[in-house]
Antibody
Framework: QVQLKESGPGLVQPSQTLSLTCTVSGFSLTSYTVSWVRQPPGKGLEWIGAIWSGGSTDYNSALKSRLSISRDTSKSQVLLKMNSLQTEDTAIYFC????????????WGQGASVTVSS | DIQMTQSPASLSASLGETVTIECRASEDIYNGLAWYQQKPGKSPQLLIYNANSLHTGVPSRFSGSGSGTQYSLKINSLQSEDVASYFCQQYYDYPYTFGAGTKLELK
């Protein structure tokens, strides 16, 4: 059974760094691309970036300067780091599995709620 | 970036009715389009990919069509469990981009 689960701090102070972990099961990170997507409260979806099965990454250019996505295949974990957080980064952060690296997100985690506030 | 314009923003329909949601891309996305359903408090779930291919386990009352820059999602014989928000997403080019969503309610 394919599962993804996000974990991380619910509250981050402005200008600090967000670190989120996506732990997957039921598939291998060396066979599938994992993407991060976020959704501000009551709003739409924004693709953040992805790490391919081979380990290379792609980032949304609007966020690229603040982003890092990496993985630990031994732990089946994908790590998202975003620095210089502002209130507009408040959102639910989802990790997703891409089917065949196509960009089609065929499995989603439950989401991690992140609030940026002092 | 490719802009995805989705309409309508909200929609009210009766049980058994057929509803259609539209999505327009700012340039040709060559059928690189997916539709997702998101129920309140839940994560999005894949319905349609490649513009018209039904994802495994999705009821056949859902269908997708379109080409070029114009795409649509149709729900036949609306059921109560279809109350949700629906999003289109283009994956033809980076960055992947989503429509703003359509909130579907029962009349």
């Amino acid at each position: 059974q394919v599962q993804l689960k996000e974990s991380g701090p619910g509250l981050v102070q402005p200008s600090q760094t967000l670190s989120l972990t996506c732990t997957v099961s039921g598939f291998s990170l060396t066979s599938y691309t994992v993407s991060w997507v976020r959704q501000p409260p009551g709003k739409g979806l924004e693709w953040i970036g992805a790490i391919w099965s081979g380990g290379s990454t792609d980032y949304n250019s609007a966020l690229k300067s603040r982003l890092s996505i990496s993985r630990d295949t031994s732990k089946s974990q994908v790590l998202l780091k975003m620095n210089s957080l502002q209130t507009e980064d408040t959102a639910i952060y989802f990790c997703t599995r891409e089917a065949g690296g196509t960009g089609v997100m065929d499995a989603w985690g439950q989401g991690a709620s992140v609030t940026v506030s002092s | 970036d490719i802009q995805m314009t989705q309409s309508p923003a909200s929609l009210s329909a009766s049980l058994g009715e057929t509803v259609t949601i539209e999505c327009r891309a700012s340039e040709d996305i060559y059928n690189g389009l997916a539709w997702y359903q998101q129920k309140p408090g839940k994560s999005p779930q894949l319905l349609i990919y490649n513009a018209n291919s039904l994802h495994t386990g999705v009821p056949s009352r859902f269908s997708g069509s379109g080409s070029g820059t114009q795409y649509s999602l149709k729900i036949n014989s609306l059921q109560s469990e279809d109350v949700a928000s629906y999003f289109c997403q283009q994956y033809y080019d980076y960055p992947y981009t989503f429509g703003a969503g359509t909130k579907l309610e029962l009349k």
